[in-house]
């Protein structure tokens, strides 16, 4: 499938059939996706761009979960934090452990139920998976002075602890994780300059920064300018558009059915 060759194929069981994605998101944490994807025709090679690690100052991190019941909230942006606090916290074996948490606020669904999984209650979800609708989701819940605990990754956005700041809460924004390159960076980066994609599905704008970091030539960059590009939520977007590559179209949210509409508008 190349370029508006099956923009006019109709939506159904094969609609993908022939159609090459890359997805930049580990495979373990896309099986569902995959699977559909696959249902509906398309080829997926699931190669996450980035590799993820604890941060390389765990100290701040500790001293959080040391004083986390002197917090009023816990703010979780992604599925990646909710899991790196959770094994952080396990190894540390802390005293209290098994009391239940203050409240806690999660980015979107899967993050949600990520936490709800390790038996912890989700007291608010933002509508929409981004900062910005998390920022929405909390306002006029954080009230001033309330301490808040933002488990992030050593690289973010301001955008969250800004607007919570400005509602007058005392934040700490503690990195938890970090990412560097995948293992097998190269390799897709060589895989896209043969051209063996038709789509490329951007989970992360880290996803996006790690193929640039290794494009020396520039050929990365003309390679993606060539296939189409679906970007899920809206700093991911951002991201791409920034480096010229706006993407054909944004998932509605991470979920498995936005994801896949829109890949399959791509095609109308």
Known sequence: MRGAARATRPVSEGALRGCRILLTRPPERARSLIARLAELGAEVEAAPTIALEPASDLAPARLALAEIHGYDWIVFTSVNGVRFFRELRQSLALAGEGTPLPRIAAIGLATARE?????????????????????????????AGERVLLVRPEVARAVLPQALATQGARVDAVAFYRNRPAPALARIAAALCAK??????????????RLLELDGTGAVRQALSQVARVAIGASTAEALGREGLAPSVSAEGPEDAAVVRAVLRVLR
């Open 115 to 143: 936490i709800e999984q390790g038996g912890d209650r989700v007291d608010v979800v933002a509508a929409k998976s981004d900062s910005e609708g998390l920022a929405r989701a909390l306002e006029g819940r954080v009230r």
């Open 196 to 209: 063996s994609f038709d789509l490329v599905l951007f989970s992360s704008p880290s996803s996006l920064s």
